[in-house]
């Protein structure tokens, strides 16, 4: 087939959301707090790890801090400018009491009491992490539900008031659905997927004995996480509203000038926010497959920093030329596309090697390599041989200075090597079994960090020694998407469940988790390194937002 | 093009957990699969021992098959485990290997016969040799 390389121009300037420009021009003392003030509730008193949040009125920026041991906190000007702001917190089990504005002018410091009281409505607070604490059952028969939270809330389930009937047709539509399907943009698949009537069944049996079916409220206990404490405080949340709720960041990235790419997993664009003024651009780039779901999972940066992206359904590789700002489009060939192809991986990070760039046949459990030059896909099949009844998904992708691949075996427990020169492949089975390995990066010391999703780990893998480490994260049902290692040797990671962002000392064994402000469904982390504390960034895949958290040490 | 789905793969995977369909689906960019159960899949395991039959922890162990190795470490009582092997393979289709510094490799024994179709793992153990 002809090679179909489509060059296209750029549509900028889609949205630009208001600028943060006022951070300098405030007449407000550096150092001294524009807005301070102190959480508590009638039982408790002084309240700690209450996140208060302010948003400007007009403003699409949201900043949060979290009240300290004595229930106080504050806001710097630098963070919060001067003007007319709406207030809102997070403690589960309160809610805030009396108004929820303030206007802060620049001259003083404004000082405001925030008094909380208990709930009426926990369940509406509690995260899917708490969710899967409180329900009753065994660990076979919630399992299968870790895979929901790619499209929505396990509260979406809970509430629900479906019987076990009623659920078996709803859960043949949902599998038929893209995993690329949010709330806000539903997208059904063209190759359609068979669901053994047993499976159905027995899900739909255990949902309908968590959800309102058959009571009118739940007979379990609601389960609740501490707030944060100490460490977990200290620190500074922002989040970026993007200007339409359908779109999904879902890797998130920042480039050598500071400028943060992401990429939207259900819609034709690569987004860019300007994190210093605000400005949010969008980049289209054409629909290969007409009718097959939109949108784009992994976004990888080559050596020259062009954005790479895995097309999903789609079926092909974009990549974007950060200098012409034109896409280049590489469609998987029509003698290998089918109605499932998939590629939701892409690893250009070492073509300047040889000129090739990795991903994956989702459809296929294969691995795919694009040669530059031609245009040409090779396939590559690391797991031929085994048992054809194991379920294998090379996932997550990283490549070695010579551009050897490693991937993660999502489907199984294996971490997969290939060669670049032979082909052939070397798989290291994880110590811990069906452990689900998902996002990967390699480090500058040649080890593989990454996340155990169905584990609830976090692990090491030395490419050199040939070896693991696993730690278990500190809450239950976190399952761990991704990982990234920070200058500082700590490892930030990120999940679709706990609304909490672990920061671990694979040294110590110590950890934080910093509690975000909103339900918050993280997909790839990153690692802003170049500042000191570094800063970590992710999408909110559900909640049309991207997100910096900053801690102060 | 519909997905095609063969009786055997369903038959063979109607053991494990949710299962949205086929051999080669994918949810969440990866897998629809949750298969907490792999009690019915054939596997090797066995123990890297020294010539004195005493047992040797974290020793590399390397499965070959065709173009494909399966590498794995003994653990701290020598035993180590290879999950994901076919066990109706011809002798002449697979080898194991084991290595760790300060040693070579003195042989290694078969316990259990493979037997086609059986879901019993297959035992083989690897001797090292002081060098």
Do not use: C, E, G, K
């Given at each position: 087939m002809r090679l179909r390389i489509l060059a296209l121009a750029v549509i900028g300037g889609l949205a630009v959301v208001d600028?943060?420009?006022?951070f300098n021009a405030v007449g407000a003392q550096v150092g001294v707090p524009i807005l301070a003030g102190q959480v508590t509730s009638v039982g408790d008193g002084p309240m700690e790890g209450v996140l208060v949040s302010v948003q400007k009125a007009g403003s699409p920026i949201t900043i949060t801090v979290v009240s300290d041991e004595h229930g106080r906190f504050s806001f710097r000007p630098e963070k919060a400018p001067p003007g007319q702001y709406s207030l809102r917190i997070r403690a589960v089990g309160y809610e805030l009491e009396g108004p929820h504005d303030v206007v802060l002018p620049s001259d003083r410091t404004t000082s405001v009491h925030l008094k909380l009281r208990k709930t009426e409505d926990l369940a509406a607070q509690l995260t899917n992490t708490e969710w899967f604490m409180s329900m009753p059952g065994t660990s076979e028969q919630k399992r299968p539900l870790i895979e929901c939270m790619s499209c929505h809330t396990i509260e979406r389930i809970v509430r629900s008031k479906h019987n076990a009937e009623e659920f078996a047709p709803l859960l043949r539509r949902m599998a038929n659905y893209a995993n690329n399907s949010t709330m806000a943009r539903v997208q059904p698949r063209v190759a359609e997927r068979e669901i053994p009537e047993d499976r159905v069944r027995k899900v739909a049996a255990y949902l309908a004995t968590i959800n309102l079916s058959a009571v009118p409220t739940w007979q379990y206990p609601l389960k609740t996480l501490p707030r944060p404490k100490g460490r977990a405080t200290r620190v500074v949340i922002t989040e970026y509203d993007l200007p339409r709720e359908t779109i999904a960041p879902h890797d998130v990235r920042a480039d050598r000038d500071g400028m943060i790419w992401y990429s939207n997993f259900v819609e034709q664009f690569l987004g860019r926010l300007d994190p210093r003024t605000g400005e949010h651009l969008e980049y289209a780039f054409p629909t290969l497959k007409p009718g097959f779901p939109t949108g784009t999972l992994a976004m990888e940066p080559d050596g020259d920093g062009n954005w790479w992206l895995a097309m999903m359904f789609q079926g092909g590789l974009a990549k974007f030329?950060?200098?012409?700002q034109k896409f280049l489009i590489f469609p998987i060939p029509a003698e290998m596309n089918t109605d499932a192809t998939q590629q939701s991986m892409v690893m250009p990070?070492?073509?300047?090697?040889?000129g090739k760039v990795w991903t994956n046949e989702v459809s296929k459990q294969s691995i795919l390599r694009l040669d530059l030059a031609t245009g040409k896909f090779e396939s590559f099949e690391p797991f031929a041989g085994t048992p054809k009844s194991r379920m294998h998904s090379p996932y997550g992708l990283a490549a070695d200075a010579e551009n050897n691949l490693f991937f993660m075996d999502f489907g199984d427990e294996n971490i997969g090597r290939v060669d670049a020169k032979t082909g052939a492949s070397t798989i290291y089975p994880t110590p811990?079994?069906?452990?689900?390995p998902r996002r990967t990066m390699l480090d500058s010391q040649g080890r593989l960090w990454f996340a155990e999703f169905a584990a609830n780990k976090v692990a090491m893998f030395d490419i050199k020694k040939e070896t693991f480490k696993e730690w278990d994260v500190p809450t239950p049902h976190t399952y761990p998407y991704d990982v990234f290692l920070d200058k500082n040797g700590e490892l930030w990671s990120g999940s679709m469940f706990s609304d909490r962002v672990l920061r671990f000392d694979p040294t110590t064994g110590q950890s934080v988790e910093y509690l975000l402000p909103r339900q918050t469904n993280i997909r790839r982390v990153f690692v802003d390194d170049s500042t000191t504390p570094v800063a970590f960034w992710a999408g909110n895949n559900h909640g049309a937002a991207i997100i910096k958290l900053e801690p102060l040490d | 093009m519909k997905h095609a789905v063969g009786a055997t793969d369903l038959a063979a995977l109607a053991v494990l957990g949710l299962i949205w369909g086929a051999p080669s689906p994918a949810m969440a960019g990866g897998t629809s699969l949750d298969d907490d159960d792999h009690h019915d899949q054939p596997y090797y395991f066995g123990f890297v021992k020294d010539t004195n039959g005493d047992t040797v922890p974290n020793a590399k162990v390397t499965a070959k098959i065709k173009n494909m190795a399966i590498i794995t470490h003994s653990d701290i009582l020598g035993a180590y485990k290879i999950p994901?092997?076919?066990?109706?393979?011809k002798p002449d289709e697979f080898g194991l290997s084991c290595s760790k510094e300060g040693y070579r490799q003195a042989g290694t024994f078969m316990r259990t016969a493979p037997v086609s179709d059986a879901k019993v793992p297959i035992e083989i153990d690897c001797t090292l040799q002081r060098e």
């Open positions: 600028a943060q420009s006022q030329d950060t200098r012409t990070r070492q073509s300047h090697v040889d811990t079994p069906n452990s689900r | 994901i092997f076919n066990t109706d393979l």
